[in-house]
């Protein structure tokens, strides 16, 4: 099984709907993250959240929100989806446990989006 | 604001080929600086870099870091189709939030 699971991997909606992606993980890390990507955009970060009790806007926050349920769990939730949010999607975590942090991301496979 | 430029965005190599991949930063505080391969699915880590001039090397694929002069290069030796992808190049910086570059798509022709 994946360290880090997102739920769904492609999902059509229509503009307006409510749509959540959820995202967990098995690698015990603290900080996860939700990214989106575009064609030629490389990937842009959404919300991050270094704890349970502790989350943050990324550059690209407008339209989306999130909720950190535990520890190993992080959804990202389009209230009301729009077509420029066709993107795919990405969550990915990362390990700050003694002062060891260096950056490095583990990411989920990626949930593609399609909002007509 | 952080940021990170990679150049060039695209290229198109044949099978053999040496190609370089350039990354340069602007980021408070600079912690390291990362590459991943993207294929068709997540990206896959390739390096971290945090020194200057020490490179890390994997196979065909190495890459330095310079901090001076802030920026990185990645480079693949004798090319093969399945280095085709995008390759991504990420900083991180005072906050411990990665800020990722458009990526390089580099395409490898039989």
Redesign the interface.
Known sequence: DADVTQTPRNRITKTGKRIMLECSQTKGHD?M?W?RQDP??????IY?S?DVKDINK?EISDGYSVSRQAQAKFSLSLESAIPNQTALY?CATSD?SAGT?????F????SRLTVL | EDKVVQSPLSLVVHEGDTVTLNCSYEVTNFRSLLWYKQEKKAPTFLFMLTSSGIEKKSGRLSSILDKKELFSILNITATQTGDSAIYLCAVAGANSKLTFGKGITLSVRP
Do not use: A, I, S, W
Not at chain 1, 101 to 105: A, N, R
């Open positions: 900080r993250y990214y030629g955009l490389g990937l842009r970060l991050y270094f990324g990405f700050f942090y260096t950056g490095e991301l990411f989920g496979e990626g």
